[in-house]
Structure formats: C-alpha cells, structure tokens
C-alpha cells in the first residue's frame, strides 16, 4: 500500500494518507473528530464554544462562609435598575450631608449670615427671641463685653418694657423681626438694611446706633420690589446701568442676588447691588480681577 502511495501524485497520497490514519498536527478546525460513544470520559461541549460564551462557575466549596446567591441566566437586564440605585443613594448621601451642616451650622448670623465664630468676635444668642448675631456685627451694647448672665437684644427689651409681644417691622423692608435697631427717627430698621441702603448712615457707626434715613431719597420709597411684589419700605436699583430692576436689601439676600458694601474714603461707603441676571455676570467678571466696585451716578 504504501509503494502505490508513493506513485500517487502529492496531493492524492496526502488524501489518501490522512483518510487511513487522522494526523494531529493539523490545525483545530480541520482536525477530524470522532467520540468513542463506548468511552467512559467525553470530552465536555462547553470546551468548543467561543470564549465569549463559556459560562465559568466558581465552585462553592471554595468560599464555605459565603453563600451564593441564586441568579437567572435568562433574566433579561433592565438599566433603569442600576439608576434608581444610584438615585437612591445620592440622596441618602446629600441627607447625610444635610444632617452634618445642621449640626455644624446650626448657629448663623442673623446680620452676616456666617457661621464663623471666635473669641476675639463670637456669636452671641438673644435669651428672648433666641436671635443670634456677632458682636461687631451687632455693635453697641455687645462691643463693650459680652455679659456673663443673660442679654436681651434692643427689640425684646423694648417688648419687656411695653408688655407688648407683636413683631416689630423694620421701616426699609417688609420683613418683620430680626436683627433690628431703632433709628433716631423712632422707627426701627434692619442693621443689615441701614449697611446696604446707600443713603442710610448710623450716628454710631461703630457701636451701630442711631439709624438715620433722612437722606434716603425720594424715588426708593414706594417702589415695587421684583423680589416680593411689594412695594413696603425702600428699594436699592440693579447697578447695570441698563437694568431697571428694584428690590429690597433683604428680599436680595434672601434671593442670593450679589449685594456688596465697601467703605470709601471720609468714611464713605459704596454699595453694589445686581439682579439675578447680573448677579451671575458680575461673579464671572469679578473672578478675573479686572473689576471694582463703583459708585453708580444718581439723579
């Protein structure tokens, strides 16, 4: 047989050759297989499939203290699953973070609206009405000491002295309470109110007493706030030029609208106050450096 193998042109002697007796070396996919059905060992079909659909378990006697959990290979996967999850979890984060700034800062301001405190300027609460403000914020009678017992603030005093328990309103705005001194005029006015109305100016600047707002001029008075819809106490006009927006000093605050105050020369002050609109302008201007702030020109 073999020396009609050898006659046989190359390509019918590989034929005939490999019919009678299977080569190993050839390659996988043209390498013929047979079963032994009579075998006891068959080689496992998962062998022959692509990498990518191999399924590979873990054996569970290899992690005896943790349990598998059952799971469905023809349970189809559904991504909004995975987004309520993480819904969920952001805001479990963003209340845990919540909690933690009301214990940190659970003690504010009332004029500044900081939270900071030290010995040199610390943050002092009313025993009446429970109002907390800094020392220098508040000025007189706080910047002579912090007293060792009780303080009552200028409001709860007066509420003591009158038997009187309605909320005082301050003659600039329309809020009612807060950090509120009396001007020389009797009336009362928010300090933060007397700071950033560009006209108003305390006799005491230092210890913040006596408000005056005899110079306020005439068109602040009446005017609607864009804020509250309201046209109670006064109004400080957007500093663009262009804008003809009002609003109350603490209806701006309360909106977070840029309101900044800086102290000129002879004592002097200048107040910036922009809308919403121009608030965010003039945060991205100011980032550069380039700006200060001015004095607007007033009729």
Avoid at 35 to 59: G, H, Q, V, W
Avoid at 90 to 110: F, P, S, T, Y
Avoid at 246 to 265: A, D, M, P, S
């Amino acid at each position: 047989m073999e020396n009609n193998f050898q006659t046989l042109p190359p390509n019918k002697r590989f034929k005939h050759l490999h019919q009678e007796k299977p080569s190993i070396n050839l390659p996988a996919k043209k390498r013929p297989i047979s079963l032994n059905l009579e075998s006891d060992t068959i080689p496992a079909a998962t062998y022959c499939l692509p990498a990518k659909k191999r399924i590979c378990a873990l054996n569970p006697d290899l992690f005896p203290n943790k349990p598998f959990s059952p799971f469905d290979l023809n349970l189809e996967y559904d991504p909004r699953s995975d987004q309520i999850e993480k819904s969920v979890q952001e805001n479990e984060q963003e209340q845990k973070e919540e909690e933690v700034e009301v214990d940190e800062d659970g003690i504010v301001c009332a004029i500044c609206q900081s939270t900071d405190g030290d010995a040199s300027d610390p943050i002092v609460l009313c025993d009446g009405c429970d109002l907390m403000v800094h020392v220098t914020c508040y000025g007189t009678p706080l910047i002579d000491g912090v007293p060792d017992g009780d303080w009552f603030c200028c409001q709860c005093q007066v509420k003591d002295k009158n038997k009187n328990n309605d909320v005082l309103s301050c003659c600039l705005c329309p809020v009612k309470g807060g950090a509120l001194k009396p001007t020389n005029d009797g009336r009362w006015a928010h300090i933060v109110c007397a700071l950033y109305v560009p006209e108003v100016f305390f006799e005491d600047p230092d210890g913040r007493e006596g408000i005056d707002c005899s110079k306020v001029l005439e068109k602040r008075w009446g005017k609607k706030c864009y804020v509250c819809k309201k046209t109670d106490g006064c109004v400080v006009e957007c500093s663009e030029q262009k804008c003809c927006l009002r609003f109350h000093v603490t209806c701006g605050l309360n909106e977070g609208l840029c309101i900044e105050y800086k102290e000129g020369r002879n004592k002097g002050a200048i107040v910036a106050g922009f809308c919403k609109t121009h608030t965010d302008l003039w945060m991205k201007q100011q980032a550069t450096g380039k700006y200060k702030i001015v004095a607007r020109n007033e009729e």
